[in-house]
């Protein structure tokens, strides 16, 4: 009798032992970190203007290699630098010596680029584990001889040849599981370089009118959430405009009830999306807060404010509101039990929410529709041959952006969702 | 079920590891040790040898568990919650778990002391 | 084949014989296919004090058995298994009422109340007849006037006993024959039944009844063919001087010889077996004429008589010669100033010596362990708290082995030859002489510490656990008495066995 539990204790321990997780199929296997970082540089002859000279550009980019190397972890340690516009031209050299050919040399040559294929030769070079940097002044064309043959072609087929082009391309970037972040920049623009315009006229630029120029920041979702965090975090990188596309692509739904922070009234969390025992009267009402983890999203989402205007209740069986929403930088948890801290480290956010009236069981669902910051229309113009008013503008951006929304779109609309359950 | 029983004499506490971690591991550890200690009182001792039988032994291993059973609830509650010190609530779980001991042991003493040789008196 | 026995025990040697008797059988010395075994007292001294206290020692008995065994059952082994009973216990062949006895181990006579000569001649009708000058010429020569002529035998009270004189003894036990009782016991003698007759040679009563009995039982016709054992002790004490007794020890020698040849004269033949004991005088007892000041301690020699009877008993029935008469003695290997139970051979020391170790440590335990064990759970379960002093039974165990065992053993530790199997007093670890059961100790931690307290808690928690299943609760007396032997036989194993003479 002893022998045959003995044994069977035995195989139990190796059942548990065993039980390892089913490993990722090749093609998926994410890593932890990222393994290489990416530089590709628009070569064509239109971003002569930004690297010739005492431009924005020229101290951006640098500065932002420099840290790159030296203040983000990644494996591959020194970033692989090429140039795209017809094809990828991978530079052998170093850093450093980039740097100082930028500086000296002749980089631009070619004429028109194409953003689409330079979009295509990008994906193709960066892995699932790869971060790539694209640099560019996004400036969407037709090939030369096609606006020789109709000269209006750029401002009419921009919305419908050209935006299903960039459309396209990125979805291949979708489908390899990578998305894209973009930082948009303003630089001046080396006056004696050439600027074409639509109709491929070239002209000069005066040196009072900024040219933006774009950073293209692709990985895939985890990674690139963790280089959009230590680029931000960077003093030097303060990008005028930033964008992210596919980073979230469920609304967020995870929270955690906290239970004594900003606690007021009786009740008792019962499992982690529900609250029992709630004790409210029309002259007692009761408050009760939850940490949320808001930081896959963008920027402007991520604003206590904005998410107070922004977030919707829809009410079951009950009255309630949303009292406050505040960072958990901002908020002092020192006075948090210590099994919250564990959430509250893990959070970016904490909502607040009063109840002042409850039937018997109700619930309280919480959403916050996805809008995109609409201030990249700003950005662009559909007229560039008067150079004076297209100061901060790139033609046809706004074109360029929806495109790439469009190739990253989802049926969802929302940011956050989330519901809590109610019991009296 | 333990949650029923220590929120009965204890209160609810707004921290739910009491009641999703610390009640049953303790109300569980509690009654199996209790159970083990009677059983070996009453059935491994008390039907091999008059070594530990009698109403001193008796009190002997009931104030040991009652021992064990404050600080068990005294410091898994600590450990659970992750509390810097003791709080209030935490003294009072102990000194009801040392109720529920007590209790526990009382009543399968009762149980047991029918198999025993030379326990079979002890308490009564 | 199963048998009754008749013990009957003559006089003040008989009834101490018997009380030796009784002290065997209680520690459980077993009898072959023995039905009961019925002592009868005949001792014409109704005050005599050795008579009483065997009687209250086989009334003990008695009750002790009842409640413990009942009287259904079959035992045959365990204290007290003999079926030790009363006359009247048997179911006599005759249906008459009136042929009831009292339910008494002792027979009575009638008319004793008086002088021999009144006895003989209630009437006085004798009184200077030529048949009163006869009688006075045989049993009295002291001249009338003479300052001791109320001493003379003529005007002996004859209910204090013979007082060594077997001549008036005879005159009485004829009349014996006639009385109720005894017809009962011719009566109630069974076919297969065996006799056995206690007496002492020396005495008064005993040696007049014992060839006077012979002969009332031989007339019996059916009686006839039973095996008749019988048991004549020699002297073996000897009293102080007294010129105002009537008894003289200096006497007790020629009368010996004088009964010895009238013995092997007249009894050759029917008697079956037997049995001759004799132990060189060394004690001087008291000169007490009887009643209830002759009370002699108990004797080596008494103990030695009682397992006669039991050879007689275990006998098988094909060893007995039909009209031959085989004789017995008993020897112990070496003389000593202490006898004990190394000097008894293989036999004695298995059948007698061994369960009468068993029931000392019975009686040490019961007497001295048990009551300090009130706080025991097998002492609660029997429920001892109030039985031990209130329940009949207890109280006759209690009395039994205190009042009568413990100082039957005593008696005989005083008496000369010195009888000193066990040191009473001493614990059970030093209770059998010349052996005592070794403490072991290791770093003066004790490994082995013989019959402690602790053990005997231990093992009296076992013995009752396991039979309480077997005897109910219904029966906690029957269960007692199982107990108290196993706890005996446990304490036994701790002896290992009985010492000897290396």
Redesign the interface.
């Known amino acids: 009798m002893n022998k045959i539990v003995s044994i069977l204790l035995i195989c139990c321990l190796f059942a548990c032992g065993t039980g390892s997780d089913v490993p990722a199929p090749p093609s998926l296997k994410l890593a932890k970190d990222i393994q290489k970082i990416n530089f590709f540089l628009d070569a064509s002859a239109s971003m002569e203007g930004y690297i010739k000279g005492a431009t924005n550009f020229s101290k951006i980019i640098p500065s932002l290699l420099v840290n790159i190397e030296n203040k983000i972890e990644f494996k591959g340690k020194s970033i692989s630098i090429s140039f795209v516009a017809d094809s990828i031209i991978p530079y052998k050299k170093s850093t450093k010596d980039f740097i100082n050919d930028l500086a000296t040399t002749v980089i631009a040559k070619d004429n028109s680029s194409e953003m689409n294929k330079m979009i295509e030769m990008v994906t193709d070079k960066t892995d699932v584990n790869d971060i790539s940097l694209f640099v560019s002044d996004c400036i969407m064309s037709y090939p030369d001889k096609d606006i020789k043959a109709e000269s209006e072609i750029n401002k009419n087929k921009a919305e419908g040849g050209l935006k299903p082009l960039i459309q396209m391309a990125f979805s291949k970037l979708n489908k390899k599981g990578i998305c894209a972040t973009v930082y948009g920049f303003n630089s001046n623009f080396n006056e004696k370089c050439v600027y074409y315009d639509y109709q491929n006229k070239h002209n000069n630029i005066p040196p009072n009118i900024k040219r933006p120029f774009y950073i293209w920041a692709v990985g895939n979702k985890v990674l690139l959430q963790k280089f959009n965090k230590q680029l931000n975090d960077l003093p030097s990188f303060k990008p005028e405009l930033s964008m992210s596309f596919g980073l979230f692509e469920e609304p967020i739904s995870k929270f955690d009830i906290l239970?004594?922070t900003n606690?007021i009234g009786e009740w008792?969390?019962?499992d982690n999306s529900t609250i029992s025992?709630i004790q409210v009267t029309k002259k007692q009402s009761v408050k009760f807060a939850i940490a949320l983890d808001l930081s896959p999203l963008p920027e402007y989402a991520k604003d206590a404010n904005y998410i107070k205007s922004k977030l919707q209740i829809e009410k079951k069986e009950c009255v309630a509101n949303v009292f406050e929403v505040k960072k958990i930088e901002s908020s002092d948890v020192s006075k948090a039990?210590?099994?919250e801290?564990?959430y509250l480290e893990k959070a970016t956010h904490i909502i607040t929410f009063e109840l002042t009236d409850l039937y018997k069981k109700g619930s309280i669902t919480a959403s916050m529709p996805l809008q995109y910051d609409l201030s990249y229309r700003e950005w662009s113009t559909m007229d560039d041959k008067n150079v004076s008013s297209i100061s901060g503008k790139t033609f046809a951006f706004q074109f360029l952006i929806d495109g790439v929304r469009d190739s990253y779109e989802n049926n969802n609309a929302k940011f956050i969702s989330f519901s809590v359950n109610l019991n009296k | 079920m333990f949650k029923f029983l220590y929120e009965l004499l204890c209160g609810k506490n707004v921290d739910p590891t009491y009641a999703t971690d610390v009640y049953p591991f303790v109300g569980m550890f509690t009654l199996l040790t209790v159970l083990l200690f009677v059983a070996l009182f009453y059935v491994a001792l008390g039907r091999w040898k008059p070594v530990w039988y009698n109403l001193k032994h008796w009190f002997v291993t009931l104030i040991i568990l009652l021992v064990f059973g404050f600080f068990l609830a005294f410091t898994k509650s600590k450990e659970v919650t992750g509390e810097d010190t003791h709080t209030s609530f935490m003294w009072k779980l102990a000194f009801v778990n040392v109720l529920f001991t007590f209790i526990y042991f009382l009543v399968f003493s009762l149980l047991f002391k029918k198999i025993s040789i030379f326990a079979k008196h002890t308490p009564f | 084949m199963t048998k009754n026995i008749f013990v009957f025990g003559i006089g003040g040697t008989g009834a101490r014989i018997l009380r030796a008797l009784t002290m065997l059988l209680a520690s459980g010395v077993q009898l072959n296919e023995t039905n009961k075994i019925i002592p009868v007292i005949i001792d014409v001294d109704a005050e005599n004090a050795d008579t009483s206290r065997t009687l209250k020692a086989l009334e003990a008995y008695k009750i002790i058995r009842q409640r413990g065994y009942g009287e259904r059952e079959e035992i045959k082994e365990g204290f007290f298994n003999a079926n030790l009973n009363t006359l009247s216990s048997l179911s006599p062949e005759t249906d008459n009422s009136s042929d009831k006895v009292e339910d008494s181990f002792q027979l009575h006579f009638d008319n004793l109340e008086t002088t021999f000569i009144r006895y003989i001649d209630p009437h006085e009708e004798l009184v200077d007849t030529i048949n009163m000058d006869f009688l006075e010429a045989l049993y009295d020569n002291t001249p009338v006037g003479h300052e001791k002529y109320s001493y003379t035998e003529l005007n002996l009270r004859l209910d204090k006993g013979f007082k060594g004189n077997p001549n008036i003894g005879c005159v009485v036990f004829n009349n014996f024959s006639k009385t109720k009782e005894f017809q009962f016991v011719l009566k109630s003698i069974g076919k297969n039944d065996r006799i056995f007759i206690i007496s002492s040679i020396f005495g008064g009563t005993g040696s007049s009844g014992f060839p006077q009995l012979i002969r009332l039982l031989q007339e019996k016709g059916e009686i006839k063919n039973n095996i008749i054992g019988a048991l004549t002790i020699m002297p073996y004490f000897n009293v102080t001087d007294d010129k105002k007794s009537a008894i003289n020890s200096d006497l007790f020698n020629s009368k010996t010889e004088a009964a010895l040849s009238y013995y092997a004269d007249n009894l050759r033949g029917k008697v079956n077996c037997f049995y001759q004991l004799w132990d060189k005088p060394l004690k001087q007892y008291d000169n007490k004429e009887g009643g209830v000041e002759q009370k002699n301690n108990a004797h080596l020699i008494e103990m030695i008589g009682a397992t006669g009877i039991i050879d007689f008993i275990n006998k098988s029935d094909g060893s007995f010669k039909d009209k031959v008469t085989q004789y017995f003695d008993f020897g112990i290997k070496k003389e000593d100033a202490v006898i004990d139970v190394r000097h008894f051979h293989n036999v004695t020391r298995e059948t007698i010596l061994k369960p009468m170790t068993l029931f000392t440590y019975a009686m040490k335990v019961y007497l001295e362990k048990i009551p300090s064990f009130n706080k025991q759970s097998f002492y609660k379960e029997l429920e001892l708290g109030d039985k031990l002093t209130k329940d009949i039974f207890y109280q006759n165990l209690t009395a039994f082995f205190d009042v009568h065992y413990r100082s039957w053993l005593k008696e005989m530790i005083d008496n000369e030859r010195k009888f000193q199997p066990f040191n009473i007093d001493l614990d059970l670890n030093s209770m059998i002489r010349e052996k005592q059961i070794e403490v072991k100790k290791i770093f003066g931690i004790t490994k082995e510490g013989g019959i402690t307290e602790s053990f005997l808690i231990e093992k009296l928690g076992l013995i009752e656990d396991r039979l309480k299943k077997e005897i109910p609760d219904a029966e906690k007396e029957k269960r007692f008495l199982r107990i108290l032997t196993e706890i005996s036989n446990e304490c036994f194993i701790k002896l290992e066995q009985l010492p000897s003479i290396v």
Do not use: I, L, N
């Open positions: 239970y004594k606690r008792e969390v019962e025992d039990a210590p099994k801290k564990e």
